[in-house]
């Protein structure tokens, strides 16, 4: 395994991660007016950079913005309303924190448009299938995350099938990210997430989970998103998003114990906890 990547300190320009201590939290800042679990909290700027310095002073080591609902059923959001949602709270908050600030895009406008506010990231849950994400990614040496999904948000839940769902979200990660470093992207920025709840049934979910391990052994960083989803709330009971602390919590220990890199969560204070114990135990 090339130790350069796996090397504790990623660095990039306007972006540091230090993995010294373990896993690290990415903070979701959604401002969106119809994301399943904050949907419209954090539309004001003002709300949007308070609640964004809150999840970094609770210790979130990347603040995640999205301006469009990918939750099953959403409807595509045009580039432009996205840039007017995102792009002043990106600038007002790069201005008051060095925390790296992400991007929740796979629109090429978008993604440009949250560079040049600020933005050292991004997070793509189509893997790059615009090039032109890809490209601009290397130009400016930042970091991608690259996610699978089934489908696309409108349609991923219909009816989710796969012959052998580890199999195949892993290689198709694995083909993304070498396309990835195809298009010139250092091999060391890209991180890999196999897209809980995105086009999978509760079993495959779980089964995902189950061998998060195997994506861990591969060359690249994982990060895993599992934060209040619905199967959480299938497996608890609890219908309210917001309760669904507790099993967020459990899928975090487990990828913690696992080598993930990075989980993605909308409760910061309480998963750094989680994970301050847990990597305190390893």
Not at 62 to 73: F, K, L, N, Y
Not at 121 to 135: C, H, P, Q, V, Y
Request: net charge neutral.
């Amino acid at each position: 395994m090339d130790r350069k990547i796996r090397s504790n300190v990623l660095e990039w320009p306007g972006g540091r991660l230090d993995f010294s201590t373990g896993c690290l939290v990415m903070g979701i800042l959604n401002v969106t007016p119809d994301s399943f679990s904050d949907g419209g909290l954090f539309l004001d700027t003002d709300k949007a950079v308070k609640q964004a310095l809150k999840m970094a002073a609770d210790g979130a080591a990347i603040i995640d913005v999205g301006a469009e609902s990918t939750r099953p059923g959403a409807r595509p959001v045009a580039a432009e309303e996205q840039i007017q949602r995102a792009a002043p709270i990106i600038k007002a908050l790069c201005e008051k924190t060095n925390v790296p600030v992400s991007i929740d895009t796979y629109n090429h406008k978008v993604a440009k448009a949250a560079l040049e506010a600020g933005a050292t990231m991004i997070n793509d849950i189509t893997a790059l299938s615009d090039e032109r994400l890809g490209k601009l990614a290397a130009e400016k040496d930042i970091p991608v995350v690259l996610m699978h999904m089934q489908g696309t948000p409108k349609t991923m839940q219909a009816e989710p099938k796969y012959n052998d769902v580890v199999g195949e979200v892993l290689g198709f990660l694995l083909e993304r990210a070498k396309q990835a470093e195809q298009l010139g992207i250092d091999s060391k920025n890209i991180f890999i997430d196999p897209g809980i709840g995105f086009g999978k049934t509760l079993e495959h979910n779980l089964e995902l989970l189950k061998n998060i391990n195997k994506f861990v052994a591969t060359s690249y960083r994982v990060l895993v998103g599992t934060s209040r989803k619905s199967f959480l709330g299938k497996l608890t009971g609890k219908e309210n998003p917001a309760d669904r602390i507790f099993g967020t919590a459990a899928t975090v220990c487990l990828s913690i114990t696992s080598g993930v890199s990075v989980v993605r969560v909308h409760d910061v204070a309480e998963m750094v906890d989680v994970i301050s114990v847990v990597n305190a135990i390893h």
